[in-house]
């Protein structure tokens, strides 16, 4: 099982979600990068995250 969080050098933690929209320069999924103080900062934000993906018919992997 992967870890879902990192702790960065900075304090923050951070985490990536996939989403299913392609790059056309890259040809590979776009990777959306949230961070955080704290891990329920993180959930928070990424929860918020996924909300404004779905309203824009990202889908989130």
């Known amino acids: 099982m992967a870890k879902k969080y990192t702790k960065r050098a900075d304090g923050r933690y951070a985490t990536t979600i996939k989403a299913n929209e392609i790059d056309p320069k890259t040809e590979k999924r776009k990777t959306i ?23 824009r018919n990202i889908y989130i992997i």
């Open 33 to 55: 990068y949230i961070y955080g103080r704290t891990i329920r900062e993180l959930e928070e934000k990424k929860g918020a995250d996924t909300g404004r993906a779905r309203k």
